[in-house]
Each structure stands twice: as structure tokens, then as C-alpha cells.
């Protein structure tokens, strides 16, 4: 056999060999990259869903919280009887409809079991009262469970025989001054446009669900698999998350993710993931837990979808074409136009692999190799570039939701949210310093007939006014903001009684100058309350409402202090 046979044989054993050795090297790369590539996908995918969702609740969420603590449905609920109480608690429910997102709202009492309920089209505008809640009837089961479980908030899908409308009920508790439960209220959002906003968004390769804090299935683009009325059904009957998966071993997988998320106390970005087999194709399943709302957030990618292996091919094709040159080429070429750029592109991909996008020199000979160094060094610039915007997009969202849940949209003042957060400021410092703050607590006199006389855009015109006047009234570190409603809150800090009493009929004088001058004058009523230390919110928030309402019942346009020895000042 001839040297030059023998080393044709060579080759081609050579060739072989190495091309086998890289079809496998290739596949357990590829494999490896997509995965890498699918977790960081998928955690990217959960939390931009979970921020997706929260979005949409959070504000009725919080307008929900705030109609369950509104001291005009609290003392109705406690004697429905009272005809008075009724026509403020209805005034007081659709003013709350007015702002829910869907336009509707439900109130249910616990004393006489009845529901009121009013839609987007005021179909019920003087018939509030729709029926009356039975513990008996399986329907009706949901408001008891909740009662019996004592929980203030919950997420509800369920579909309302009675009204004949299938929606995302928002159910919180009203509780009276003693904590005890009195009734229920909340919102709904319809059941097809929530699924189609939030989860059905007809992205290839990627599904999204969501389930509560036992698995059971809420929000699914197949609504077939939804578990209605969750809250009435015992264990073993629910359409848990497992239904989505044929095999075992991959239901107790996705349900260790949610136990695992359930120990880590709803830690802040935790996400869970694994792979999983879904109608038969291998899918990246990644978990996140929704501590604001008790779900749980799962998003099941397909990863040959989004990133098909034959992707990749090129690459390999690359490889096999360099590497038989290598055989052909002497040491020397091999070395410079060969290793050498292949061992710098190595260093590139173990500093991308780490996050690292700081790359070495990379030489670029005039091959494919060198082709291929230029590839990666776009991929890495347009990966980079992909990722810090991708981050300035989550810091930018980030900052503008926390500032949506803090600040109220009509008048730019702090919402009920952020001054509940100054007043808790202002109380522990209150007990550090030993000192006292004020609080005051104004609204319009006669709003609701000004709405009903000129219409909401004059209303909230008013309020923007009023928001206005008190930022011009009190000190640059003081705390003004919108309670709710034709409701503001003031806190003032530092202060003491006589300067309470001077910013609040300042305010009060101010607001009612000012108004003549828009050609519709109004007037306030003001409340003031001058904490001490050791008041707890409750005490704070009941003796500013009591003034307030002491300043109302003498008259309006009045200014009422309550002290902390109970005691009130009345001025003009």
C-alpha cells in the first residue's frame, strides 16, 4: 500500500472519527445552548407575564380594598335597614363603578345575605338589590366559604347564574371598627377579554396559565380546563395543572415546583424550572409565585419552536469545512490560521457563558473560522445590546408601576397607597422622637351634586383645583394627597395644634377664595386630627373621620381639631 493510499486512509479514518466525534459534540452543544438559552427565557417570560398580570390587577385590587373600608358602606352594613344608610351606600357603590375597570361592581352583606350588583351599562341603575345569598344553594356557596375562611382578599373565576355573566371576581371582606366581618364587595373583569389580553396573546411556542395557591387551574387560553368556583370544591375534584401532563413523573415535577415556591415564602423574583412533556413534545416549564395575589404563574416554552436545532447547522457545517482543512494544511498554518482564532473564540464563549461581555481579541483570519469569530462578536454586541435593554426596560416598568401604585392618576398627588405609607413613616418617627404630627382630612361640600348638576369632567376639574389649591396652602414637607373619591388627606410634619389649626383654615379659606374665581365657587369641610405618639392608623384615621364629620354636621365649611384628649375646636 502506497504512503500516499495509506494516508488517504488515514484521512478519511481521520475524518470519520472526527466527524462522528463532532455530530455528537454538536448535539450535546446544541442541546446544552438551547437549554442555557430556554431557562433564561423562560425566567425573562415569567416575570414579564406575572408584571403583565399584576398590571391589570393591581389597581383594582386597591380600589377594591378601598370600597371595602369606606365608612358609609361599613355603618350600612351594620343596619341595612336604615333607609339614610342605604341611599349614601348606593351614592357611595356607583361612584366606585364609575372607576372599576370593568364598570361593575358587587356588594354582598353578611346580616341579610343581600347582593347588589350594577354592570357597565347601569342596567341595574335603580334596582341595585338582585337577589338574596342561601346557604344552601351550591351557587351561592362561594360568599360562606369565603366568610368561614376569614380571608380579606381573593381571586374568584366563577360564573354567576343569577346575573348570567362568567367573570374574574375580586372579593374582599368589609370588616367593621371590631374586626368582625359584616359582608363582602369587589369587582369583576370579564372572564374572554381578560384571557385574551393576559393569557391567549398567540405567541408560537409559548403558553401560559395560571393557577392558585393548590394548583388548581384559573386562567387558560382553553377555558375547558378552567376550574370554576375553586373555593367550594374539596381536593381530588379541582382541575389542577396536572391535567396538562400525560406522565407521571412530569405532574409531580410541576407540582415540586410549587411546593418549592411555597417554602421560599413568596421570595421576591424566585423562579422554579424544569423540563416536562407536554402532548408528547419536551417543553421548558418555568414557576413563579404571585405573593400580591396567591397565584401562581407558569409558562410552558417549546423550545424546538422558538429555537429549532437546525438553527445551529451552519455551525457544524462550518466546524467539518475548518476541520478538514486543519488535516490538509501544515502545522504552522494550522497553528496561526486554525487553533489560534479557535482557542480566543473559546475565551469569547466561556466570558458570554458567564455573563461576561468584555471579549478578548479575537483574531479574524480570512476563513470560515474568521466568519465565524465576526458572527459572534455581532451576536454577542446584539446580545448585549439586547440585554441592558431589556433591563432598562424592566427598571423603567418597574419604576413606573411604582409609581402608578403610589400616585393618583387625576390630581398627581400621593394615592391611598402612598399616604398610607407617609402616615406609617410619620408614626414610627412620632413614637422615636416623642412628638407629635397632624393629620387632616378635608372633602367637597355637596360633590355629588355638583357631578349631578355638571357632570363628571366638571367634578374632575375640581378635584385637580382642589389638588392644586392644597399644594400652594401647605409646606414644601408636608404630605397632601387624594384619599378617594372627593376625599383628601393632609399630613403634616413636623407640627404642632397651632399650626394644625392655622394650615387647616388656610386650606379651608383658601380653597373657598379661590373657587370664586373659576366662576363656580364650592366649599370644604375640614377635619383635623393632632396625633400623639403611641396612636396607632385606626385611631389616627377615626378621629380625623370623626372631626371631619363633626365639621359637616355644623354646618360645612367648617373646620373642626379633635385633640388627642378627645377634645374639638370648631373654627369658621
Known sequence: MSLKTR????????????????????????????????????????????????????????????????????????????????????????????????????????????????????????NQF????????????????????????????????????????????????????????????KLDDFLQDIVDINQEGITTLFVDYNGAIQLYRDRNYIDFASIIKPEGQKNTVALLFDETPDKQKILGMLQMLKKRNGEEGAV?????????????????????????????????????TSYLWPLIAVFLVSLLVTLILFHLIIQSRILKPVLSLEQGVQRLRDGRFDLPYL???????????????????????????????????????????????????KNR?????????????????NKGFGLIWLDIDYFKAINDSRGHQAGDEILRNVAQWLKTSVRPYDHPGRWGGDEFVVLLSPCDQITLEQIACRIRASVEQESKYTGSPFTISVGGYFCKPGDSLDTILRNADQALYEAKHSGRNRVCIRTADGEAVHTA
Open 363 to 413: 483574531p479574524k483570519p480570512d476563513n470560515e473560522i474568521g466568519r465565524l469569530v465576526d458572527h459572534f462578536e455581532k451576536m454577542t454586541t446584539a446580545l448585549r445590546d439586547t440585554t441592558h435593554d431589556l433591563e432598562n426596560k424592566v427598571a423603567q416598568r418597574t419604576e413606573e408601576l411604582h409609581k402608578l401604585a403610589r400616585i393618583d392618576a387625576l390630581t398627581g398627588l
Open 272 to 308: 422554579e424550572s424544569g423540563f416536562v412533556m407536554v402532548d408528547g413534545k419536551k417543553h421548558l416549564a418555568g414557576v413563579a409565585f404571585l405573593p400580591a395575589i396567591g397565584w401562581f404563574e407558569i409558562t410552558l416554552l417549546d423550545l424546538n419552536a422558538l429555537l429549532p
Open 417 to 433: 397607597r402612598g399616604l398610607d405609607e407617609v402616615i406609617a413613616t410619620s408614626i414610627q418617627k412620632s413614637q422615636r422622637e
Open 7 to 126: 494516508i488517504l486512509s488515514l484521512v478519511a479514518v481521520l475524518i470519520v472519527i472526527s466527524a462522528s466525534a463532532s455530530w455528537l459534540a454538536y448535539r450535546e452543544l446544541s442541546e446544552d445552548i438551547i437549554e442555557r438559552w430556554g431557562q433564561q427565557v423562560a425566567e425573562i417570560q415569567v416575570r414579564y407575564d406575572s408584571a403583565r398580570l399584576l398590571q391589570s390587577l393591581e389597581r383594582e385590587i386597591g380600589l377594591a380594598r378601598q370600597m371595602s373600608q369606606s365608612s358609609a358602606l361599613i355603618q350600612w352594613a351594620k343596619n341595612p335597614d336604615d333607609s339614610g344608610l342605604t341611599t349614601e351606600a348606593v351614592r357611595q357603590m356607583e361612584s366606585f363603578r364609575t372607576n372599576f375597570r370593568d364598570n361593575s361592581y358587587f356588594v354582598a352583606l353578611r346580616s341579610n345575605g343581600h347582593y347588589y350588583y350594577n354592570n357597565a351599562e347601569n342596567e341595574f341603575a335603580d
Open 130 to 189: 338582585r337577589y338574596v345569598l342561601d346557604s344552601e344553594k351550591p351557587e351561592d356557596a362561594w360568599f360562606f366559604q369565603l366568610i368561614e375562611e376569614g380571608r380579606d382578599f381573593h381571586l374568584n373565576v366563577n360564573p354567576d347564574e343569577e346575573l348570567g355573566v362568567t367573570k374574574l371576581w375580586i372579593d374582599m371582606l368589609m370588616r367593621d371598627e371590631d374586626g368582625h366581618i359584616i359582608g363582602m364587595v369587589g369587582s369583576g373583569l
